[in-house]
């Protein structure tokens, strides 16, 4: 990619387009990353290109894209909401508002990659929504509903904090994802250590290390799952607007599938619930998952009814 100041936006338009290509990787991401920390301007030139994206047509930026219905994520229609905030921020810090608090929701089956203005990138899981706090001496953030993935730029004078609930979760630099979820929140380590505890309880928090993962109950307790970084990959790949299943059972993938679309896929056997699936399913494709399901288990799936796919009897 280009490097000069003339080069600068056409750049952005460029990260843009791979943003919104989909199969968004860790390798891609440390990229954006090295290109955003050469210059204090690229924040802004990215942010400005994801609005140009999101309100006239991709071809003005650059070579028009693969019809955006073909892609699970970060397509033209999903960039919007992230254009909008970088236009109502233009005038008070990219990514901050006047009261310097921002808020991001995304939608049923919506994912959005959000850069920061402290040089963190936040990637927002579908149905979510999250306050973002930035000042001179914190960064904070509180997850409302849903999930959301943090690379969180190094600043040891402003440790990131995470809020889900009574969950508290906190780092300088790395990379976590944090789900709130009934009773608590499930934290996922791929970069670096976190600390997790619950409000009221501080003495007991933890360390949690790369491919870790723990569930921070509201009750105080917490539990730690052995470090498996394959795992932590397969649960995070709704980044790439995914659905990676190693040996889950059918009920849980249909569940995964009913966060991410407004068709709900509904078991009408019971005995099909505790099948055990491998494989990488688009997110936004249910009724492809349940031509999976009947072609594996040989369960009959009736598709007449546009709100729900049935599978099996």
Known sequence: MKGDAEGMQADAAAWVARMDAGDWTDALEAELQRWLARDPQHRGALLHAQAAWATTDPAN????PEPVEARPMFGRRRMIGCGAAAIAASAGGYMLLADRRTILSTGVGEVRRVPLDDGSTAAINTASEIEIVLTADRRRVRIDRGEAWFQVAKDRARPFLVEAGRARI???GTA???????????????EGVVEAWVAGAEARRIRLSAGSRAFVADDAAIREQPAVPAAIDHALAWRSG????????L????????RHNRRMLVIADPRLEAEQFDGVFRADDPEGFARSVAGTLGAPIDLS???RIVIGK
Not at 176 to 190: C, I, K, N, P, Q
Not at 251 to 258: C, G, L, Q, R, S
């Open 305 to 307: 009814d546009p709100a």
């Open 242 to 249: 995914n659905i990676d299943l190693a040996g889950d059972r």
């Open 251 to 258: 009920d849980h993938a249909v569940a995964e599938f009913n």
């Open 176 to 190: 976590f994802s944090v789900r709130r979820r009934d009773g608590g929140a499930e934290v996922l380590v791929t």
């Open 170 to 172: 906190q780092a300088v």
């Open 61 to 64: 930026i650059v070579a028009p």
